[in-house]
């Protein structure tokens, strides 16, 4: 199977994302005119001047954008720092850790703020529908589920389009039929055929197999790594957006913390499944890129709309819950089955207890430290 041509099709992923981008824009845009006074307007004293909100909003997008980039970019350059090398025992702890991070940010960040949206008064006064229905466990639910489909659909169409060529025999293979050694040429369908001779006999399984493997593997890896940054970039342009329509420093420092850490970590995580895909160098830039400017963008994004935007309008708040909820789903499926459950129930690590030790106690810190955040942001 030709693995460009493979790379580039899993781009196609990258495409969703402004589309996502996009209808969050036009649904909070389009609902600015409908407002809700249950929330109090933050005090606008010396403190909370325009001219030192909009300073710190600067300095939240040059941060989380430094965070995001050198999260992402250090799994990245594992030729020059070998500690970081898939390969390496500590790489598998880095990996855990930030699986825990995602885990933490779906389970304790994104899901209460999804269901304090989805039951927020400013909604179910208008709309009493929401509040009598979990419907961002329901959106959540149905999110996990689709990416399981998602991930299953697309191994399945990969993995039958890579065997079905390497089940083509060249006729010119076929014509060499028998050569009187009890065997035909047809090994390269990746079959075991057996020589037998006067006196002995033994077989040779085709290299065709483990080519097979390999392939079936790293095109899992790239659907992860593509799936996975899916599910960031979508929670990363609402939580910029959050941040950008901000109109408190109290509301912005805790934030800026939370997502520098958040960004970082999350960058290693999806940064490893994006070393271990191992795509080619153009394919791996725009990943690369695509997530570390996305919550920037939101922050900006949301700086321009600060004015207009209404965040407790039903409307926005819809969008905003669905987002986040849906989200959630994708972030809390893909750290416990495509990062963590992969990892930890791989031969090498079940064969090493120290390393498997190590790997639950990383996954545990990685947990907790973002759950504590959720103390401030």
């Not at 947990?367 to 103390?375: D, E, T, V």
């Amino acid at each position: 199977m030709n693995f460009q041509s493979c790379s580039s099709s899993f781009t196609i992923f990258n495409f969703l994302c402004p589309c996502f981008l996009l209808l969050f824009l036009f649904a909070t845009t389009a609902s600015c005119s409908c407002t809700c006074d249950t929330t109090q307007t933050e005090p606008n004293d010396g403190s909370n001047s325009t001219q030192s909100i909009i300073h710190y909003k600067i300095i939240s997008i040059a941060s989380v954008l430094l965070a995001g980039a050198l999260g992402v970019s250090l799994p990245l350059a594992s030729k020059r720092i070998p500690a970081l090398n898939p390969q390496n025992d500590i790489f598998f702890m880095i990996k855990a850790f930030a699986a825990g991070v995602i885990l933490s940010t779906g389970f304790i960040h994104i899901l209460p703020d999804a269901f304090e949206s989805l039951n927020s008064p400013c909604l179910t006064a208008v709309k009493p529908v929401w509040g009598n229905f979990p419907f961002a466990a329901l959106v959540a639910m149905l999110a996990s589920i689709g990416t399981l489909m998602v991930d299953s659909f697309a191994s399945g169409y990969y993995h039958r389009q890579h065997f079905n060529i390497s089940k083509q025999v060249p006729a010119a293979d076929e014509e060499k039929g028998d050569h009187g050694h009890g065997h035909s040429d047809d090994g390269h369908a990746g079959h075991i055929h057996v020589h037998t001779h006067a006196t002995h006999g033994h077989a040779h399984g085709s290299a065709n197999s483990s080519d097979a493997l390999v392939t079936s593997e790293l095109i899992r890896k790239r659907i992860i790594s593509q799936v996975l940054e899916i599910g960031i970039v979508v929670h990363s342009v609402i939580i910029g957006i959050s941040l950008g329509t901000a109109n408190s420093i109290d509301t912005i420092k805790p934030l800026l913390v939370a997502l520098s850490f958040h960004q970082f970590f999350e960058g290693m995580g999806l940064g490893g499944c994006i070393s271990q895909a191992k795509f080619e160098s153009r394919s791996t830039a725009i990943m690369a890129t695509f997530f570390s400017l996305t919550t920037p963008i939101g922050i900006a994004i949301g700086m321009g709309i600060s004015s207009v935007y209404k965040e407790n309008s039903p409307t926005s708040l819809i969008v905003e819950g669905v987002f986040n909820s849906a989200s959630a789903g994708i972030l809390i499926y893909m750290a416990l089955v495509d990062l963590l459950a992969a990892d930890f129930m791989s031969p090498k690590l079940q064969n090493n207890l120290k390393l498997q030790l190590g790997a639950n106690i990383s996954l545990l810190l990685g947990a907790g430290c973002m759950s504590l955040l959720a103390k401030w942001a």
